[in-house]
């Protein structure tokens, strides 16, 4: 396996470990909130399931960058050839959606807990709530679309 390989594969697990780990954090984070809501009032499982659902979104999105590095490189076939800068360019063009995804998946986890607090107290304004998160994850698509057009562009 050459050092070109070894840096792109390097760049598709952090793309999926650091995505991921911003998914378990926003997730466990809106989960204790979740739990401590419906222990109190179950008929609001369903609007904070929601809240929960959405900082996970970057985990497949980190997954999805590292499915595109794989593709790329065509690993699953015995892969190409890559000299050293090529494997560089495809790890750093992985950082968007690693790093977008750890830290979105954080602050999303954070924003649903807030909403989840919403949830709680005025449950018809659930939908607000919604929209307050979404607004986060947005920078986690903006990461996963710029790693997605860098890794189009490195010429294998």
Same mark, same amino acid.
């Given at each position: 396996?050459?050092?070109?390989i070894?840096?792109a !594969?390097?760049g598709?697990?952090?793309? !999926?470990?650091?995505?991921?780990?911003?998914?378990? #954090?926003?997730?466990? $984070?809106?989960? %204790?909130?979740?739990a401590?809501?419906? @222990?109190?009032?179950p008929?609001?499982?369903? =609007?904070? +399931?929601?809240?929960?659902? &959405?900082?996970?979104? %970057?985990? #497949? *999105?980190?997954?999805?960058?590292?499915?595109?590095v794989?593709?790329k490189?065509?690993? $699953? @076939?015995g892969? /190409?050839? $890559?000299?050293?800068?090529t494997?560089?360019?495809?790890? +750093?063009a992985c950082l968007p959606?690693?790093?977008?995804?750890?830290?979105?998946?954080? *602050?999303?986890g =954070?924003?649903s !807990?807030?909403?989840?607090?919403?949830?709680s107290k005025?449950p018809?304004?659930?939908? =607000?709530a #919604?929209i307050?998160?979404?607004?986060?994850?947005? *920078?986690? /698509?903006?990461? $996963? &679309?710029?790693?997605i057009l860098? #890794?189009?562009?490195i010429?294998?």
């Open positions: 396996m050459t050092l070109g070894v840096l !594969v390097t598709a697990s952090l793309s !999926v470990i650091l995505a991921g780990i911003g998914s378990i #954090i926003g997730v466990g $984070l809106a989960g %204790q909130a979740s401590g809501i419906t @222990s109190e009032e008929d609001k499982f369903g =609007k904070v +399931l929601l809240l929960e659902a &959405l900082p996970g979104t %970057q985990g #497949i *999105y980190g997954f999805l960058g590292t499915f595109w794989i593709m490189i065509q690993l $699953l @076939s892969g /190409v050839q $890559l000299d050293v800068n494997g560089l360019a495809i790890l +750093l959606v690693a790093l977008c995804g750890l830290f979105s998946g954080i *602050y999303q =954070k924003v !807990v807030a909403g989840m607090n919403i949830v005025q018809g304004d659930s939908g =607000k #919604i307050l998160a979404v607004m986060v994850e947005t *920078y986690a /698509v903006l990461g $996963l &679309l710029a790693t860098l #890794i189009n562009g010429q294998v």
